[in-house]
Every structure is written in C-alpha cells, then in structure tokens.
C-alpha cells in the first residue's frame, strides 16, 4: 500500500490530540480554548489539521466548531463530542470520542464502534457493510437508545475525508463487501432521540467544492490560499482571520458555488447525542485501527 507510513503516523497524532483533548475538557474550559490546544497539539506532533476539530455539544451530533468570538464554557451536565482529524501528506488518521456525566450513552456508542471493530478484525478479508450496520444497531438498541441513521461511516482517499462508501450505523440492507486494501472510518451516533438528524445553522466550516475562477480580487486572493492550503479539505473561517473582508470572500464564493459551507447537525427529537470513532486500515487482509 502507498503511503502506509503516513496513513499510520496521522492515526497515531490524530488518537494522542484527541487524548489530550479529552483530558482538558472538564467543565469550566471554553469551547474555544479546547479546540485551540487540540489544533496546537496536532501541530506540535507534526501533522496537520484534516478539518476544524468539531467541538459538538448535546443535542448537536457534528458540525459545530467556536468561532473566534465564541463564549460558551464547557457546563457540568453537557455532553461533548470531540471529533479530530489529521493529515500527513494527505493520508488521515479520523476520530472522536464523547465526554460529560451521560456514561450510559457515551458506552453505547463506544460499544457499538467496539463490536464493529471485532467483527472487521474478523472478517478483514471481506467486509459485509450492513453487517456493521447491524452490529452497531443492535449493540446501541441494546442500551436502550437508537443509533443515527441518517450519519454514517465512510470510506477515506488521499485528501478526501469521504471519499464515496457509506459505513451504515444501521442494517440499511447494503451487502457491498470491502475487498483488498482499504482506509475507512466507523462513527456510530447513539441518541435518545429520533435517529435523525437535521439541518442546524451555519457552522463556519468550508469546503473547496468547484475550481472555478471567480471575478472579485479579494475572493481570489482567499481562494488561492485555500486551494493551497486546504488541498481539498474543509477548514475554519476561524483559520482565515487574517485576510481583510474575509466575510465577503466566503460569502462570495459560497454564493458563486465554488465553497460548500456546511451547517450544524442537530438531533430532530432534540435528544442528546454521543459520538465514537476509528480509522481503520486493511492491508493483505488484516485490519489495523491507526487511531487506538
Ligand atoms: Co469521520
């Protein structure tokens, strides 16, 4: 496999940031102070970051990071997902994990994405997608709560996060198998709501959507800096403070569809949601989880 090393290092920068960050996040802490130690320690390890750390809270399952201005402090009865992502040439390592006082559905998801794990160890040869659907299914069915269907595992590439396989939360009835060597996330989402999320507000994470020239001087002169920076991945506006009117250049670009600015996902029951994730690798048939 091409590029094993870097697939390795990122999982193990991604899995030592993602530590680090659970260690700090004790209530008291801003949200903002969180993601920026998490973002320094990726750097400090040597990786780079694959996407703003999402910093998501209760009944928000992804999507939510601090903007620059935000105030929020990390409360007692909160429930926090910690999603990161790290790149080494564009090889990333993908993980998340769940903190606060809700210890049962924080186990549910951690369970569901355990299980899955032992049944990929098992079967690295030829894995059944629905077969890890029904794993995590059951297993979050188990606790008593249900598992988000409409977020999902996804298969990974050199410079694309999701990168065209779905990995179900649920038996969604797909018996495509992996075959061969492969990198993929497993994100099981356990709630006591619906087991649907929605459309939330904007978040402030971009994406480079469509190479497209744009006629604006200032909306270039952003876009040429998130073309070369950002190769592809999705960033913080909070990482483009430093350009003058960069409002109007994301703003701008979104408007012509050159960005996608994605927006918070929020549990339609408004139940809280926990999060557990891992990237994992098959190689000559025998899986490698690169962020544990
Ligand atoms: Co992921």
């Known amino acids: 496999m091409e590029d094993f090393e870097n697939w390795i290092e990122a999982g193990k920068i991604a899995k030592e940031a993602l530590e680090y960050g659970k260690r700090l996040a004790k209530p008291g802490i801003k949200l903002l102070e969180l993601a920026k130690e998490i973002e320094g320690k990726i750097k400090e390890l040597g990786g780079r970051l694959a996407f703003p750390v999402n910093l998501s809270l209760n009944n928000i399952a992804a999507h939510s990071i601090p903007m620059s201005d935000d105030e929020r402090v990390l409360e007692e009865d909160d429930i926090l997902k910690i999603d990161v992502g790290v790149h080494i040439n564009g090889c990333i390592g993908d ?64 410079y694309n996060l999701h990168s065209g396989l779905t990995i179900p939360n649920y038996d969604n009835g797909d018996t495509t198998s992996i075959e061969g060597d492969f990198v993929f996330a497993i994100e099981p989402f356990a709630t006591d709501g619906k087991g649907i999320v929605k ?15 744009t006629r604006n001087p200032i909306a270039r002169k952003v876009l040429e800096h998130i ?64 962020t544990s």
């Not at 951690?110 to 629905?130: G, H």
């Not at 939330?200 to 469509?210: D, F, T």
């Open 227 to 290: 073309e070369k920076e950002f190769n592809g991945l999705p960033f913080s506006k909070r990482w483009l403070l430093q350009f003058r009117g960069i409002n109007f250049a994301l703003n701008t670009l979104e408007k012509e569809g050159i960005l996608h600015h994605y927006r918070e996902l929020k549990e339609e029951g408004d139940g809280s949601v926990s999060q557990a994730e891992h990237t994992i690798l098959i190689k000559d048939g025998k899986a490698i989880v690169t």
């Open 199 to 213: 459309d939330g507000k904007y978040s402030g994470i971009y994406r480079l959507e469509e190479k497209r020239p």
């Open 95 to 158: 993980t998340a994990c769940t903190v606060g006082n809700n210890k049962k559905l924080i186990m549910a998801s951690e369970d569901a994405l355990t299980s899955a794990i032992e049944y990929v160890k098992r079967n690295a040869d030829k894995i059944v997608l629905c077969e890890i659907g029904r794993i995590i299914q059951e297993k979050i069915q188990s606790y008593g709560f249900s598992p988000i269907r409409n977020l999902s595992g996804h298969s990974i590439d050199k």
